[in-house]
């Protein structure tokens, strides 16, 4: 079972991440100081959006959960719901999807016919990730 299967995060104090690995029941907090609005996990990287910044973790290699800082993009984006991937942020307002990278710029940007109740990446090669949407009108969309 791939090891983002049994991974759950969640915000504590409105200013802590706690990681949770299900399997032997090992936390790691992550101390962020600052208003959480979103969280993103997927394999080793965590997305955490903050007030004015989006702060991007990567989990060292090792038997213990540890996460560093592996990138900081000083912008607020708008967004209703994030994701992350490899090497990419998916936000998305309302019917608009974006795909930025992890220096903050926009490479691809979709509008749908319908507002996104939900995202799920699903997998994939390395910046060729496939994603899931929910939309409002019930219709599924695979990018």
């Not at 209703?80 to 307002?93: D, F, G, P, R, V």
């Not at 710029?105 to 995202?119: A, F, G, N, Q």
Request: charged content about 25%; hydrophobic content about 35%.
């Amino acid at each position: 079972m791939p090891f983002y299967f049994v991974i759950s995060k969640n915000r504590e104090h409105l200013t802590d991440v706690v990681v949770h690995y299900l399997l032997t029941e090992e936390k790691v907090r992550i101390c962020c100081r600052d208003l959480i609005k979103k969280i993103a996990i997927y394999k080793n990287r965590l997305a955490v959006q903050l007030q004015e910044k989006l702060m991007i973790y990567e989990q060292q290699e090792g038997e213990q959960l540890h996460y560093v800082i592996k990138e900081k993009i000083s912008q607020n984006f708008k967004c209703s719901l994030m994701a992350i991937c490899t090497n990419h942020i998916i936000l998305c307002h309302e019917k608009k999807l974006q795909s930025v990278n992890f220096q903050g710029v926009k490479e691809r940007e979709w509008t749908l016919d319908s507002p996104v109740r939900y995202i799920k990446i699903v997998g994939g090669p390395a910046n060729k990730e496939g994603l899931l949407l929910g939309l409002k009108n019930r219709c599924p969309k695979y990018f």
